[in-house]
Nanobody
Framework: QLQASGGGLVQAGGSLRLSCAAS????????MGWYHQGPGKERELVAA???????NYADSVKGRFTISRNNGKNTVLLQMNSLKPEDTGIYYC?????????????WGQGTLVTVSS
């Protein structure tokens, strides 16, 4: 239901853009975001945006990463600039929906980002 793409190998200081598309089976989307799981670490929030456009960023990526979304197409992008080796890991797209009081929580398959020093 979520298809993520855009990962890859990049040198430190470089840029990547991640993309995630939610299928039409997911409706009433509220929050779309990205999580990062570094090697041997827990999954952590990188950035998220609600349906009104409010954003939330991890301190470690503020000023370097930008999240954006297209509500009409149910897509969310993560522009990652000035990448650092510690940004290496798997990035997961997350979508949260709410309809008639029921909450949905969806995860993409993850896309690998490797930043070399």
């Amino acid at each position: 239901q979520l298809q993520a793409s855009g990962g890859g190998l990049v040198q430190a200081g470089g840029s990547l853009r991640l993309s995630c598309a939610a299928s039409g089976s997911i409706s009433s989307i509220n929050i779309m975001g990205w999580y990062h799981q570094g090697p041997g670490k827990e999954r952590e929030l990188v950035a998220a945006m609600d349906s009104g456009g409010s954003t939330n960023y991890a301190d470690s990526v503020k000023g370097r990463f930008t999240i954006s979304r297209n509500n009409g197409k149910n897509t969310v992008l993560l522009q990652m600039n000035s990448l650092k080796p510690e940004d290496t890991g798997i990035y997961y797209c997350n979508v949260q929906s709410i309809s008639a009081g029921l909450r949905g929580d969806y995860w993409g398959q993850g896309t690998l980002v490797t930043v070399s020093s």
